[in-house]
Nanobody, 121 residues
Framework: QVQLVESGGGLVQAGGSLKLSCAAS????????MGWFRQAPGKEREFVAV???????SYADSVQGRFTISRDNAKNTVYLQMNSLKPEDTAVYYC???????????????WGQGTQVTVSS
């Protein structure tokens, strides 16, 4: 019952910033755990960040201190602010919604279509 649409991806030079958005449908957005995952070519989808329905957050070690996840429940939107981007951050970024606050993709029930982030060196 949740539809997710990511936006904000693009091409950026190393050291630059991007802010991704994920717009969600439904009237119960605030009750969902929202996560960001990414998948680079030839690699498995990996956890990036999660924000709970009470706004607690957790990050992958690889992005800790550089990325910030947030949510605006009034707008049914979750964001991922990405700073100090590195070439290894290049991937398709997906937002996801679920009922469990954890880092495993299997815990999430709904997924967006993904948005490409490319970081040049």
């Amino acid at each position: 019952q949740v539809q997710l649409v990511e936006s904000g991806g693009g091409l950026v030079q190393a050291g630059g910033s991007l802010k991704l958005s994920c717009a969600a449908s439904g009237r119960t957005f605030s009750t969902y755990v929202m996560g960001w995952f990414r998948q680079a070519p030839g690699k498995e989808r990996e956890f990036v960040a999660v924000v709970g329905w009470r706004a607690s957050t957790s990050y992958a070690d690889s992005v800790q201190g550089r990325f910030t996840i947030s949510r605006d429940n009034a707008k049914n939107t979750v964001y991922l602010q990405m700073n100090s981007l590195k070439p290894e951050d290049t991937a398709v970024y997906y937002c996801a919604a679920g009922r469990q606050y954890q880092r495993y993709s299997s815990a999430y029930d709904y997924w967006g279509q993904g948005t490409q982030v490319t970081v040049s060196s």
